[in-house]
């Protein structure tokens, strides 16, 4: 208790800057927030939602694949989560003929439900603070690589000693930059079986156009069911699991929510950053956002002109064009929203306060040079990770030949590393993951983003970063990049599954040869030679001190505004966001009211379109106001927003509301307000929810999966908290059902008693 108390003692609330900035850990929330909670309606305590003692919130609250956020909401280990988290696997399941991202899916029992190789579904037994622990015998002048040695081994350490149950694991993580450790005991299923999902005109309803974007009528969810062993553990795939039985399911909530409502949000918030100097944010406005996103813009414009005009592009480059497409839209939202919010000149204010103090306090003279050291040295980095944005995008994943390429790279290295048998061993892999890259690989498309990009590396960066491959290339097609990449696209293996798979027939030494000789792995190569010499030496120097500085900074500033409220920056941890249902004002006026509705949907309908179409059945729903026990005065809400404070990892989570019931499905920020991540401002930053009465209208009216529906715990917490029994079909239901119907998933009825 002691060690608890001492680590943060530091961290003690007295001013409440934000009513609602900030994400918080679980199991702090009793010491620093239930008392504001209170105030903004919340109706349970602390112990509600994190307790070690007994079955609360967090016991329903799953890290789903790593990535994002799953809520359980049933007492059969029923998931619940975003279609944009569950959509690799809906993509991976589906083919022209079972075009599920198209028509959606809907196991109608559970032998029909979908297993997923790889997907994990991790809840948190418990946490932490092991600050004393991992930071002994750490000075504060310890330069960056001798601390990290000495808290590491201190983690083994803890890691060793800790409590745990033979299928739990132990993870521990520094926050606020390595000022503080705290460990997490988790459990990890890996038998996670997809249940439902809507079609993607529902689930994915404005695709790009709407993505970060308020008004929203996105049906962006989708249903998994987590399976153990017989005994409740966590087990490999296996026909013989039997679906979880969890310690807590979030029963939903059936009435909704209204202006100025409680709001909790639950879950894995990635990565934030709001504690930085102002010179990290112009950089970042200036420099390393414009150049991800001019990469992107190029990479982007190819794919989607491709998608838009071959129906099996479209389902080959989905996930990948989804995942491109996400970061830079909100990259550019967040230039928008750090400039007009004027970030830049906010953190100059708030360091000159700092400056204040410091200059004043003698004991906070060793905090003096802080600011100016940051300032020569992210003036010093810039050209750096500029030139390391643009050859990080290049070759991560814009361009999909070097991501094979670097499979080969990776035999090469296997073999000088571990003999004949090390290429053996990676082959094997390597074998394994062609089908994986080539199903979804149309070189032709990819031909055209290898000119495009090497022309903007060139362009943007000059000479001086341009690897001499590359420029004899370029002098061999006469100075145009469409010939270059079509002489190299000619010339490399790469292009097809049958010539790779060709080459790793061939004997070792062959294969070898013609690895060394491919034209796109000699350029992988070259650009990684110029990456390695002239980029990461320079800006892993600087970046070492920044982070050491950034760790002195962060203690630096709550040591001097220790009366501040100071949240840890996300790092995929359990995290809790509290705010409340709002609107918000965008622009001189303008102003967004906080709920949208089916009305909404159909104004946005447009016959056909790849962003807009609306399906047959949902039209006619709409046509009927055929909202059954999910609408409300006669609309059918479909999705809100809200103050919390969420980032990306927060897909999926759960809002709750003051009682502890679902009342919606996080699944995105407005464009003003995702610069939140480095600034957040509560007048433009809001999170955008799922209404949960779409989510049920949609699986229970739309698609017909009653069987869902009775699994699960519907309740009235405004009129009295009864829980309904889950209604009676209506005849209007059967006759519904009959007609036109684009989810094929109706015609058998469900069988009951699977469930
Ligand atoms: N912007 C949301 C998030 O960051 C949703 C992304 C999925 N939708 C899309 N159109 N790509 O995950
Ligand atoms: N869609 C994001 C995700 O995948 C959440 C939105 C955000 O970044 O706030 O986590």
Redesign the pocket.
Known sequence: MKKLVLSLSFLFVVRLAFAVEGMWLPLLLGLLNETEMKSLGMKMTAEDIYSVNKGSLKDAIVHFGGG?TAEVISDKGLLLT????G?GEIQSHSTLEHNYLEDGFWAKTMKEELPNPGLTASFISRIEDVTMAALAGVTEDMDKKTRQSTVDKNIETIKAAAKKEAWEEVMIRPFFAGNQYFMFITVTYKDVRLVGAPPSSIG?F???T???VWPRH?G?FSIFRIYADKDNRPAEYAESNVPLKPKHFLPISLDGVAEGDFTLVFGFPGRTNEYLPSYAISQLADVLDPARISVRDKTLAIWDGAMRSDAQVKIQYADK???L???W??WKGEVLGLRKTGAVKKKQAYEADFKKVVVLDAKFAKYQKLLPEFEQLYRDITPYSEAKAYYDEIMGGNIEILRAANRFAGLVKAKDKNGEAGYQEEKKKLQEGLTDFYKDYRPEIDQRVVAALMELLVRKLGKEYQSDFLANLLAAAGGNYEKMAENLFKNSFLTSQAAAVAILDKPMEDALKAIANDPACQLLNSLRDVYSAKITPKFNEYNDRIETLQNTYMRAQMEVFSNKKFYPDANSTMRCSYGQVQGYKPQDAVSFSSQTYLDGVMEKYVPGDYEFDVPARLRELYEKKDYGQYGENGKLPVAFIGSNHTT?GN?GSPAIDAQGNLIGLN???VWEGTMSDYNYDPSICRNIMVDARYVLFIVDKYAGATNLIKEMKLVHPKKGGSTPKAKQESKADKMNKKSSDPAKSLKAAPKAEEY
Do not use: E, P
């Open positions: 994002c975003n279609h944009h988290c959509f994915k404005g695709a790009d709407d993505n970060w996105t962006d064009q989804a995942g497409a996400n970061a839209k909100k990306g897909s699944f995105d920020r």
